[in-house]
């Protein structure tokens, strides 16, 4: 196999502890306990062997980083890596104080969670009352000069919604605001046919985009969702290729949705990232395009989705080494259309991260 | 004009060893920066007006100049 390219992008799970309970939280089903997180230390030493390993960006998320109270040593040491951090955060517990505390160790940017266009449908998802602690949160991160990012995850109760959306986003002097459709993985999968939109819902909203995009200079990013298009995503830009995620507990995964997997995971407690990034079997599993099966093997778009989800695929079929079903092209095609179409209403609410 | 183009406070300019290339990094983005882009925004700190970063260059690329630093002002990574 040829050389392996240094990673992009680093994903830093920092804790599944979050104050937030929404439904289609991509954390695993099976959370990290709150007494087996890295230490200030093991993360500090994480970022410093990513940074020399070629990581140029890190999203430093959760659960709730803020829950993390060396967060702004953490912040530190990402900057001493010469790594950009994204705080990637609820707006819960974000205080002036503890801004100042994070821009002064060097964060350059924070992307807000917000569950929907106003408080009673973001706390219908979130679980709790948060929406005034959010707008709270933009307002401080604005005042601090840094670019504020929002990102809602979208699905069935607010697709709806998108003008509103957008117009919050804007009100709140958001630079970007990402759009995603949900992707059916961790508790999201565990909620799927309470979140799964319409087929007219996902057609309604994406013309609402498209409409809002020719008259705003804010960024609007469209993450599609895969279920409805035919056309199978790029796993993570290929698995291995641009981007690793740090678990709480130090695992490392080529995707944060690899959890489940049947992989042996490395973890920074036992080797060197750059060994677990060039050589250890969970990312040679499926990196690059020898090992693909057929119909992506002879397919003009394997080097473009790279044979799509491999957390998708085990999913649905039980087998990550198979086309990833949500590709028209894929034998197992009609799992997902069938999927597509049930729908029912009970969400059920992540739990808490035990301690 | 009287503009002194300087990098925007959440923009970061960094060289990075592994790929013996300098990057311009800003939210969700990175961009590689040909040897030529790297030398045009070095010279970005905020004292030098537009032509007088092209001066530094070949006259004939000077519109290239211009135009680079109008494109980089325009996605808010230059002020």
Same mark, same amino acid.
């Given at each position: #196999?040829?050389?392996?390219?240094?990673?992009?992008? #680093?994903?830093? +799970?920092?804790?599944?502890?979050?104050?937030?309970?929404?439904?289609?939280?991509?954390?695993? *089903?099976?959370?990290?306990?709150?007494?087996? +997180? *890295?230490? =200030?230390?093991?993360?500090?030493?994480? !970022?410093?062997?990513?940074?020399? !390993?070629?990581?140029?960006?890190?999203?430093?998320?959760?659960?709730?980083?803020?829950?993390?109270?060396?967060?702004?040593?953490?912040?530190?040491?990402?900057?001493?890596?010469?790594?950009?951090?994204?705080?990637?955060?609820?707006?819960?517990?974000?205080?002036? +104080?503890?801004?100042?505390? *994070? =821009?002064?160790?060097?964060?350059?940017?924070? @992307?807000?969670?917000?569950?929907?266009?106003?408080?009673?449908?973001?706390?219908? $998802?979130?679980?709790?009352?948060?929406?005034?602690? %959010?707008?709270?949160?933009?307002?401080?991160?604005? +005042?601090?000069?840094?670019?504020?990012?929002?990102?809602?995850?979208?699905?069935?109760?607010?697709?709806?919604? $998108?003008?509103? $959306?957008?117009?919050?986003? $804007?009100?709140?002097?958001?630079?970007?605001?990402?759009?995603?459709?949900?992707?059916?993985?961790?508790?999201?999968?565990?909620?799927?046919?309470?979140? #799964?939109?319409?087929?007219?819902?996902?057609?309604?909203?994406?013309?609402?985009?498209?409409?809002?995009?020719?008259?705003?200079?804010?960024?609007?990013?469209?993450?599609?969702?895969?279920?409805?298009?035919?056309?199978? %995503?790029?796993? #993570?830009?290929?698995?291995?290729?641009?981007?690793?995620?740090?678990?709480? /507990?130090?695992?490392?995964?080529?995707?944060?949705?690899?959890?489940?997997?049947?992989?042996?995971?490395?973890?920074?407690?036992?080797?060197?990232?750059?060994?677990?990034?060039?050589?250890?079997?969970?990312?040679?599993?499926?990196?690059?395009?020898?090992?693909?099966?057929?119909?992506?093997?002879?397919?003009?778009?394997?080097?473009?989705?790279?044979?799509?989800?491999?957390? @998708?695929?085990?999913?649905?079929?039980?087998?990550?080494?198979? =086309?990833?079903?949500?590709?028209?092209?894929?034998?197992?095609?009609?799992?997902?259309?069938? !999927? =597509?179409?049930?729908?029912?209403? /009970?969400?059920?609410?992540?739990?808490?991260?035990?301690? | 004009?009287?503009?002194?183009? &300087?990098?925007?406070?959440? &923009?970061?300019?960094?060289?990075?060893?592994?790929?013996?290339?300098?990057?311009?990094?800003?939210?969700?983005?990175?961009?590689?920066?040909?040897?030529? &882009?790297?030398?045009?925004? &070095?010279?970005?700190?905020?004292?030098?007006?537009?032509?007088?970063?092209?001066?530094?260059?070949?006259?004939?690329?000077?519109?290239?100049?211009?135009?680079?630093?109008?494109?980089?002002?325009?996605?808010?990574?230059?002020?």
């Amino acid at each position: #196999m040829a050389a392996v390219n240094p990673p992009w992008a #680093m994903l830093a +799970e920092l804790t599944h502890g979050c104050p937030l309970r929404c439904p289609y939280c991509s954390n695993p *089903l099976e959370l990290t306990f709150r007494e087996q +997180e *890295l230490t =200030t230390d093991q993360w500090l030493d994480v !970022l410093a062997q990513a940074g020399d !390993l070629g990581v140029a960006h890190v999203h430093l998320s959760g659960g709730e980083p803020l829950l993390r109270r060396d967060l702004a040593e953490i912040v530190a040491g990402a900057a001493r890596a010469g790594i950009y951090a994204q705080l990637v955060t609820s707006g819960l517990g974000l205080t002036r +104080e503890r801004l100042a505390g *994070l =821009t002064a160790a060097g964060l350059p940017s924070v @992307q807000l969670s917000v569950q929907g266009a106003d408080a009673a449908s973001s706390e219908l $998802i979130a679980g709790r009352r948060s929406f005034a602690a %959010k707008e709270r949160a933009a307002a401080l991160v604005r +005042e601090a000069g840094l670019p504020l990012g929002l990102n809602v995850v979208l699905h069935r109760l607010n697709l709806e919604d $998108i003008d509103a $959306i957008v117009d919050l986003g $804007i009100a709140w002097g958001a630079v970007r605001i990402e759009l995603a459709n949900t992707q059916f993985y961790g508790w999201a999968l565990a909620n799927r046919a309470a979140l #799964m939109p319409t087929r007219d819902q996902l057609d309604r909203a994406r013309e609402a985009v498209e409409r809002r995009r020719r008259r705003t200079d804010t960024e609007l990013v469209w993450v599609v969702p895969d279920y409805f298009d035919g056309v199978a %995503k790029p796993c #993570m830009g290929g698995w291995g290729a641009v981007s690793l995620t740090v678990a709480p /507990d130090g695992r490392v995964l080529p995707c944060p949705a690899a959890y489940d997997l049947p992989l042996d995971l490395p973890n920074v407690r036992d080797h060197g990232l750059a060994w677990i990034w060039n050589d250890s079997a969970a990312f040679r599993a499926y990196r690059g395009t020898d090992w693909l099966p057929e119909p992506c093997a002879s397919c003009p778009r394997r080097e473009t989705d790279f044979g799509g989800c491999r957390c @998708q695929a085990f999913a649905l079929t039980g087998d990550a080494g198979r =086309t990833d079903p949500a590709c028209a092209l894929s034998p197992d095609h009609g799992l997902v259309t069938d !999927l =597509t179409a049930r729908r029912d209403g /009970d969400l059920a609410y992540r739990a808490s991260a035990p301690r | 004009m009287s503009w002194r183009p &300087a990098l925007s406070r959440y &923009a970061r300019l960094r060289h990075c060893p592994v790929r013996d290339s300098t990057l311009l990094v800003v939210p969700e983005r990175i961009v590689v920066l040909s040897t030529e &882009a790297a030398a045009i925004v &070095a010279l970005c700190d905020g004292t030098r007006t537009v032509p007088e970063i092209a001066t530094r260059f070949p006259p004939e690329g000077a519109d290239d100049v211009v135009g680079f630093l109008a494109d980089l002002k325009e996605h808010g990574w230059l002020r």
